[in-house]
T-cell receptor
Framework: DGGITQSPKYLFRKEGQNVTLSCEQN?????MYWYRQDPGQGLRLIYYSQIVNDFQKGDIAEGYSVSREKKESFPLTVTSAQKNPTAFYLCASSMVFDGRAGTGELFFGEGSRLTVL | LAKTTQPISMDSYEGQEVNITCSHNNIATNDYITWYQQFPSQGPRFIIQ???TKVTNEVASLFIPADRKSSTLSLPRVSLSDTAVYYC???????????????FGQGTTLQVKP
């Protein structure tokens, strides 16, 4: 089955700890994204990548870091610099067609729920 | 980057047609418009995409006027299972400084009642 796998589904962190959320896709998509969603709110873009070894900051990149060493993987690290990391994190991927990422359809994973204790 | 504005919430009854409008006043010439549906604790799911005029698929229609400053998602004969949050999303044109930057707005919470 093709799709996006996020892990872990639930994660608890102590203040001051870095945590890494995994996102793997087997859809052969070039573009990948990380979003954060707080209760009752829309999705906010953290980082995005349109090609391997390249990524750009979204609207709320502070306190987060990513890497894109492989096409199928786009891990997100929530660092201790992120002051309020408790949230639902969603990873997505899409084709890049004719230079446009996201044309047609974004495919989302099931999400990772991070709670800071 | 085109900012989107939608009503925060809407109510409807089963069997009715629902129209949700999104404003995107500063949409660029070659930007696309897409709509997504999200259920609680799940990732959004693609519904439909369009550039101009009307697009229809098996679940919805998308109406885009000539000036493209707004778009309307039309859901025919909604059921209780259509209760969800609906987002419109402007997909930037290739070659722009915002290419690939996909920004979701706050979305519209649709509540379908029996």
């Amino acid at each position: 089955d093709g799709g996006i796998t996020q892990s872990p589904k639930y994660l608890f962190r102590k203040e001051g700890q870095n945590v890494t959320l995994s996102c793997e896709q087997n859809l052969n998509h070039d573009a990948m994204y990380w979003y954060r969603q707080d209760p009752g709110q829309g999705l906010r873009l953290i980082y995005y990548s349109q090609i391997v070894n390249d990524f750009q900051k979204g609207d709320i990149a502070e306190g987060y870091s990513v890497s894109r060493e492989k096409k199928e993987s786009f891990p997100l690290t929530v660092t201790s610099a992120q002051k309020n990391p408790t949230a639902f994190y969603l990873c997505a991927s899409s084709m890049v067609f004719d230079g446009r990422a996201g044309t047609g359809e974004l495919f989302f994973g099931e999400g990772s729920r991070l709670t800071v204790l | 980057l085109a900012k989107t504005t939608q009503p925060i919430s809407m109510d409807s009854y089963e069997g009715q047609e629902v129209n949700i409008t999104c404003s995107h006043n500063n949409i660029a010439t070659n930007d696309y418009i897409t709509w997504y549906q999200q259920f609680p604790s799940q990732g959004p799911r693609f519904i439909i995409q369009g550039y101009k005029t009307k697009v229809t698929n098996e679940v919805a229609s998308l109406f885009i006027p000539a000036d493209r400053k707004s778009s309307t998602l039309s859901l025919p004969r909604v059921s209780l299972s259509d209760t969800a949050v609906y987002y419109c999303l402007v997909v930037p044109a290739p070659g722009s400084s915002n290419t690939g930057k996909l920004i979701f707005g706050q979305g519209t919470t649709l509540q379908v009642k029996p």
